[in-house]
């Protein structure tokens, strides 16, 4: 069975850092495009940042220069190193991707960032 399972979230203080895990499982498995997304309380579910097979990423503003989305496609493993941590930042982490013969992207489990003192 195909699937995406995370790991890496916890509970930082501010201005701390994780490291968030995505996985691709299942034989023949190949990571495409990956992206994570987060749902912080009170609001919708927002992209964060995205990757191709061939490492061109993107990211939306709000957290550029803190987060740095990366991957390694011999370990169908797309990674978000979260740094400078705030509070604002607390919410549930979710990885999203494709593998690259199916036309139909996954989830993964979610994970939840708590960013307090």
């Known amino acids: 069975q195909m699937q995406l399972v995370q790991s890496g979230g916890g509970l930082v203080e501010p201005g701390g850092s994780l490291r968030l895990s995505c996985v691709g499982t299942g034989i023949g498995f190949r990571l495409d495009l990956a992206r994570w997304y987060r749902q912080t309380p009170g609001n919708e579910r927002e992209l964060i940042a995205s990757?191709?097979?061939?490492?061109?990423?993107t990211y939306e503003d709000f957290v550029k220069g803190r987060f740095t989305i990366s991957r390694d496609n011999a370990k169908n493993t797309a990674y978000l190193q979260m740094d400078n941590l705030k509070p604002e930042d607390t919410g549930v982490y979710y990885c999203n991707a494709y593998e690259i013969r199916s036309p139909v992207g996954y989830w993964g489990q979610g994970t939840q960032v708590t960013v307090s003192s």
């Open positions: 990757i191709t097979r061939a490492g061109k990423t």
